[in-house]
């Protein structure tokens, strides 16, 4: 099994800055990659960053920028720098991570951390 634990949430005035951290633990040979999703109050659930094992990386279009993912591979760590905060960035950021499985590819969550931009 794998666990998947956020932290680093919390609040922040617009134009500040935070830094999420996010740990996959567990039996875990490989990941495929490693990103976020943010879900803000009565919206779907969105892919704001991922990085892939080879380090790639893409960013949503509201996000480009702003945020940096960044990973340690060996801890199977990933984190998302986010700089000049938007009042539109108050969500809850999950976590997401791709492992490699001998059945394929599974994805796990974290809990989900809030981010709350205030003015």
């Known amino acids: 099994q794998v666990q998947v634990e956020e932290s680093g949430g919390g609040l922040v005035q617009a134009g500040g800055s935070l830094r999420l951290s996010c740990a996959a633990s567990?039996?875990?040979?490989?990941?495929?990659?490693m990103g976020w999703y943010r879900q803000a109050p009565g919206m779907q659930r969105e892919l704001v960053a991922r990085?892939?094992?080879?380090?790639?990386?893409s960013y949503a279009s509201s996000v480009k920028g702003r945020f940096t993912i960044s990973r340690d591979n060996a801890k199977n760590t990933v984190f998302l720098q986010m700089n000049s905060l938007l009042l539109e960035d108050t969500a809850v950021y999950y976590c997401?991570?791709?492992?490699?499985?001998?059945?394929?590819?599974?994805?796990?969550w974290g809990q989900g951390t809030q981010v709350t931009v205030s003015s």
């Open positions: 567990g039996t875990i040979f490989s990941t495929n990659f």
């Open positions: 990085i892939f094992s080879g380090g790639s990386t």
């Open positions: 997401n991570v791709n492992v490699q499985r001998g059945t394929g590819p599974r994805d796990y």
